[in-house]
């Protein structure tokens, strides 16, 4: 069956199958895919114009190459962004990306920089959350919500205000807007509480110790973000020395609950008449141990806990009904399909913008006022998203190269070869960015191939572990 007779199968409209028939008309349509192949299926590929030339020590042109070749003269990258509702090929990359660097900084893995002995350090998993700022439709465990109904998992009108008229809605933007300043205060007091327990002054502790974690935000169905974070407590040099012996994961949960307990940020009154507020975390504060993942009688473990974060990394406001676009106008929110809900917050954003100019809170209403990263990590906790990235490209060059006979510099210069060393010039311009209709669907089914490979390619190395498990001989 051929690209187009599948796309007539799967009832594509007469926009997309008449665009698609064009593209595959045009010259170059096999490389036009072998660039989509590249790319992921990326959703929203960024179009560049140029050229490289590759030279050697001594001046001579090894190798040339112009986006004049390419289809539509131009070369398609990937977009990176993490949002899964924007590209979800992108977002997959993102995702596995942040797996692998939380899984390293509490599995080990020495091509990360990161010991396998780290398994024993002490570590957990810790939620912190936002604060009330009105009763909401719920699950609780009663099963009955303060409306006198039992809502479903999927039903819509959990998460919002049982009466939006007292909802404080300035109170929770102002809160998401705050937000990564209360988690900066949060991880200073930490490391207080834990040199008080440990009887340390901050220097002290400096010297004995280092809190290294990770962490993701997630924005809740009320439109509330809280934290989810790997804290890990090290010796003074990070993860290659051990813990001093007082660093237990009992004296982490502690020191968690009393240093969140602590944090209040005081945010004055303003001139417009908008009362001064202190905010601070909510009640609700879990801490749970991460098993070092040969244990059992455990439903938290290392790759649990990396799977969840990596999950979050790629979704932001869109869980509450929010927009991953930023709005230009305020006039815009009487054309968005939000829930009432979530525009009130959207509204709440716009209406206290005058009065809080520095904290930008229209520029960032589209996530419901909150302006920090998703996901960040201490220095010490592992590796970094650009270290893995680089690996990634570094191994693509390298592939590059030896299809095209070239020498590779690292092995040149190490030998002291200046024979062999290489110099690539590039010049690049940007040309536009997305896909027409008809690449569009061709994109789509180049990244379902991609996931469908590697799931098959996953599932065929469990099943091979599973059978050496069990003693099968595969020799």
Excluded at 331 to 337: D, I, S, Y
Excluded at 346 to 366: G, N, T
């Amino acid at each position: 069956m051929t690209v187009l007779d599948m796309a007539t199968a799967l009832g594509v409209d007469d926009l997309t199958a008449s665009d698609l028939l064009r593209v595959m008309s045009r010259p170059g349509f096999e490389r036009l895919r072998e660039q989509m192949r590249r790319t992921g299926g990326c959703s929203d590929p960024v179009h560049l114009m140029g050229e490289t030339t590759t030279t050697d020590r001594a001046g001579r042109t090894l190798h040339t190459w112009s986006t004049r070749e390419e289809p539509g003269a131009t070369l398609r990258v990937a977009c990176g962004n993490r949002r899964s509702s924007r590209c979800p090929s992108c977002a997959s990359m993102y995702a596995a990306d942040t797996f692998h660097l939380i899984r390293a900084g509490l599995s080990g893995d020495v091509r990360k920089h990161v010991p396998t002995t780290v398994r024993a350090h002490p570590r957990v998993f810790a939620t912190l959350t936002a604060p009330s700022f009105g009763p909401v439709h719920n699950r609780p465990d009663s099963g009955r919500c303060r409306c006198g109904a039992t809502h479903p998992e999927d039903a819509p009108e959990l998460g919002t205000a049982l009466d939006p008229g007292r909802y404080d809605y300035g109170g929770a933007v102002l809160w998401n807007n705050h937000a990564g300043h209360l988690w900066a205060r949060f991880a200073v007091y930490l490391r207080r509480e834990l040199g008080s327990r440990a009887g340390l002054n901050r220097a002290e502790f400096r010297q004995a110790a280092k809190l290294s974690f990770a962490k993701v935000a997630e924005f809740q169905k009320r439109g509330a973000v809280h934290f989810h974070a790997v804290v890990r407590l090290d010796g003074p040099d990070g993860p290659d020395t051990e813990p001093p012996a007082w660093a237990t994961v009992a004296l982490l949960d502690d020191a968690i609950r009393a240093a969140a307990a602590r944090v209040r940020l005081e945010v004055p009154a303003t001139d417009l008449g908008h009362p001064a507020r202190t905010l601070a975390w909510g009640a609700q504060v879990d801490v749970r141990p991460i098993a070092s993942g040969f244990e059992d009688g455990t439903d938290i473990t290392e790759e649990g806990v990396a799977a969840y974060v990596a999950k979050y990394a790629t979704k932001a406001a869109e869980i509450a009904g929010g927009l991953d676009r930023r709005i230009g106008e305020r006039a815009e929110l009487t054309l968005l399909q939000v829930p009432e809900h979530t525009r009130r917050l959207i509204e709440a954003c716009w209406e206290l913008d005058d009065a809080y100019p520095e904290r930008m809170l229209a520029h960032w209403s589209h996530m419901l006022g909150f302006r920090g990263h998703f996901s960040t990590k201490s220095r010490a906790y592992s590796t970094t998203l650009g270290a893995l990235r680089k690996v990634r490209a570094d191994f693509r060059a390298t592939q590059q190269r030896r299809s095209l006979g070239l020498p590779d510099p690292a092995a040149a210069d190490g030998a002291g070869d200046s024979e062999g060393s290489t110099l690539v010039v590039a010049h690049w311009e940007y040309a536009g960015h997305g896909h027409t209709p008809g690449e569009s669907w061709l994109a789509a089914t180049v990244a379902h191939d991609i996931r469908t490979n590697r799931e098959t390619a996953r599932e065929a190395l469990a099943d091979l572990a599973t059978d050496q498990e069990e003693g099968e001989d595969w020799s």
